[in-house]
């Protein structure tokens, strides 16, 4: 159970105080290094509900808290490859979300890569390519997320 939960319908309305909200799930996850290589994975599983703003003092019904997914899976796979250059894959698939009316959303998988060297100790140069796949997705209906998405710079590390 969760007290006092803060919500909203959607990014266009304003916050409410739910008056109930109910959250249940469990994840699982799994790492692997071996040196300079790794890989995780988690799987995530959430049935959230809450009351929908009302002008009583009755709570109303809970319902399906929009936009957030009932399943989640996130991996990261990453090694140097020649060089000290590192292959970074990662990637994310989101299920069974409602939007505002309580409609099914579309499933989706995004995949990422980054490719980066170091070039002097604090000093890295990358390349990453984000969303792979150039999938169309939205987070929340109409919110459309940005198509394949290439980047190119220097990271610093103290």
Do not use: C
């Amino acid at each position: 159970d969760t007290d006092d939960l803060i919500d909203r319908v959607s990014k266009e309305d304003t916050f409410y105080n739910a008056l109930t909200a109910t959250m249940k799930g469990a994840e699982f996850g799994v790492e692997w290094r071996s040196g300079t290589r790794h890989a995780n994975l988690s799987i995530a599983y959430l049935d959230a509900r809450a009351s929908a703003p009302t002008t009583s003092d009755e709570p109303a019904p809970e319902q399906r808290r929009r936009w957030l997914p009932r399943w989640k899976v996130d991996y990261v796979v990453e090694a140097p490859v020649i060089f000290k250059v590192v292959v970074n894959h990662s990637g994310q698939f989101v299920a069974d979300r409602v939007n505002t009316t309580g409609e099914s959303m579309p499933d989706y998988y995004v995949a990422n890569l980054r490719v980066s060297q170091e070039i002097g100790k604090p000093v890295t140069v990358f390349a990453a390519l984000r969303n792979v796949f150039d999938r169309n997705y939205e987070q929340e209906t109409g919110y459309p997320m940005a198509g394949r998405t290439i980047l190119i710079g220097l990271e610093t590390r103290p």
